[in-house]
């Protein structure tokens, strides 16, 4: 056995989002390293071709849907892992959505609440699911796709950013709680990464310059690239490792 154990192997994964982008990439990096792999978004259409992939390679995975702003679709999403596996090792909170690009001032009461229920409450009641099924089994990782705009806002996206100051919080609050039953949580916070998501920052030269100012790596994120923090934060490589976030930004929050 190596010193640094980053096996998942055994390990029963949960990642929202999981049909493209960073989620996709996620989900295929934890199925190579071992992980059961219960992939999770809204369409079924595009998550099941990544649950095929995985399980023509060899892999085992899920494919479950499941609109993480609705809690009857997360209360019936933990019922299948319970039924089907009787555990979960990990959850990769991942689907998070940004309706809106444009001044605070101007955000319109609906975009708050859509962004808030999304990318808040969805995180917020799928830790809760998955720490009460860890607590139970005295062990568990959960690990939440923060943004550096968490951090720093980026301009134009302040709601976003809010909630993605929200999900840093939480990642702390639940791990201060949930430390003694064993159970660890941190955040990631991702920089631009080429995805549907943030296409259009890449594709409008005037937004992509601003950017590009000032950061240290001089270029944008690959999802793949974000696949090595999750590993290590879903593995026992990082089992006295809580309360964390990791930067994957090209130097962007220096
Ligand atoms: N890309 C970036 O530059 C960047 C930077 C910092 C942080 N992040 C964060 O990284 C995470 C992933 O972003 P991404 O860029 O990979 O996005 P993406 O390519 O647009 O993928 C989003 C995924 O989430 C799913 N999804 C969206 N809304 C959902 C909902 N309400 N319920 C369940 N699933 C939902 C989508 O599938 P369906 O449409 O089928 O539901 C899809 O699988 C997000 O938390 C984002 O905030 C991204």
Redesign the pocket.
């Known amino acids: 056995m190596p010193i640094a154990d980053f096996s998942l192997k055994g390990k029963i994964a949960v990642i929202?989002?999981?049909?493209?982008?960073?989620?996709?990439?996620v989900a295929r990096g934890m199925a190579e390293y071992g992980a059961t792999v219960v992939l999770?978004?809204?369409?079924m259409p595009?998550?099941e071709p990544v649950a095929q992939a995985i399980n023509d390679s060899g892999g085992h995975a899920l494919a479950v849907a499941?609109?993480?702003?609705?809690p009857d679709?997360i209360a019936a999403l933990f019922e299948r892992v319970r039924t089907e596996f009787g555990r979960i090792d990990v959850l990769v909170?991942?689907?998070?959505?940004?309706p809106y690009f444009g001044p605070v001032i101007d955000a319109p009461e609906s975009v708050f609440d859509k962004t808030f229920e999304?990318?808040v409450k969805?995180y917020f009641l799928m830790s809760q699911h998955a720490a009460r099924m860890m607590v139970a089994q005295g062990a568990g990782s959960i690990i939440n796709?923060?943004?550096?705009?968490g951090v720093s806002p980026s301009p134009l996206q302040g709601v976003?950013a809010m909630t993605?100051a929200a999900v840093i919080s939480m990642t702390k609050a639940f791990a201060k709680e949930l430390g003694g039953a064993c159970v660890r949580c941190n955040a990631i916070?991702?920089?631009?990464?080429?995805?549907?998501?943030?296409r259009v920052?890449i594709d409008t030269p005037e937004i992509y310059q601003i950017f590009l100012r000032d950061l240290p790596m001089g270029r944008?994120?690959q999802?793949s690239e974000?696949v090595g923090a999750v590993v290590y934060l879903a593995s026992d490589a990082s089992s006295y490792t809580t309360g964390t976030v990791i930067a994957c930004d090209g130097g962007r929050l220096i």
Do not use: D, Q, W
């Open positions: 929202t989002g999981a049909s493209r982008g960073i989620g996709e990439a999770a978004a809204r369409n595009g998550l499941c609109h993480t702003g609705k679709h909170n991942n689907a998070a959505t940004n999304v990318n969805g796709i923060a943004s550096i705009a976003y993605k916070c991702p920089g631009l990464t080429e995805t549907k998501f943030a920052l944008h994120a999802p974000m």
